[in-house]
Nanobody, 120 residues
């Protein structure tokens, strides 16, 4: 059984930093994409960031325009994990953040989500 477990979400103030973690079990995702999505209150779920394996010690990363320059996604293959370092947080970053992983090229596996709330 595949499980993705997120952690690290909490209430912070605008301008603060936060690091989200996601550890996967039940399947090896080291050679696929892992990433982050979020759903803000009253909005659709949206892509935030991803890191895709491109060979030994090489990852291709991609970000939503709204988080470029503030968020950094990283992977740890040994731990089957993905992380999201979020800096200069804004109130509009408030959302439930979901970890996801692909099977082939489809986002097929999802975590339960972790709440990030940024107060102004």
């Amino acid at each position: 059984q595949v499980q993705l477990t997120e952690s690290g979400g909490r209430l912070v103030q605008a301008g603060d930093s936060l690091r989200l973690s996601c550890v996967a079990s039940g399947r090896d995702f080291s050679r696929t994409s892992m990433g982050w999505f979020r759903r803000a209150p009253g909005k659709e779920r949206e892509f935030v960031a991803r890191a895709t394996w491109r060979g030994e010690l090489s990852w291709e990363v991609d970000y939503a325009n709204s988080v470029k320059g503030r968020f950094t996604v990283s992977r740890d293959s040994d731990k089957n994990a993905v992380y999201l370092q979020m800096n200069s947080l804004k109130p509009e970053d408030t959302a439930v953040y979901y970890c996801a992983a692909t099977r082939d090229t489809t986002w097929s596996y999802w975590g339960q989500g972790t709440q990030v709330t940024v107060s102004s």
